[in-house]
């Protein structure tokens, strides 16, 4: 299982910290990635974080103002969202991916209930 924490209202150029925490399995043998999904629209690939060397892709639409990490000893995958803006609104999800280098969404194994991020001033 998959648990999301650390959404809520921040404003523009602000900062938060998502964490994707797993219980029953670990994460390190696994791809993990974050999704988001705003309203109307599609869920979109923010970020991975590879199995086995943790190496990280962003997408264009965050890139340099999101880091993606992993913490082993807490089994937890963080996402760092600085200079924050209207469009990183919406439902933040992770998901794991067995062993794999790339976070493709049907691949995934386990999802998170998600996080609600508004960015609003």
């Known amino acids: 299982q998959l648990v999301e924490s650390g959404g809520g209202l921040v404003e523009p150029g602000g900062s938060l910290r998502l964490s994707c925490a797993a219980s029953?399995?670990?994460?390190?043998?696994?791809?993990i990635g974050w999704w988001r999904q705003a309203p109307g629209k599609g869920r979109e690939e923010i970020s991975c974080i590879n199995y086995p060397d943790s190496g990280t892709k962003y997408a264009d639409s965050v890139n340099g103002r999101f880091t993606i990490s992993r913490d082993n000893s807490k089994n937890t995958v963080y996402l760092q969202m600085d200079s924050v803006i209207a469009e990183d609104s919406g439902v933040y999800y992770c998901g794991a991916v067995w062993r794999a280098l790339a976070c493709v969404h049907a691949s995934v194994n386990s999802w998170g209930q998600g996080t609600q991020v508004t960015v609003s001033s």
């Open positions: 029953g399995f670990t994460l390190d043998n696994y791809a």
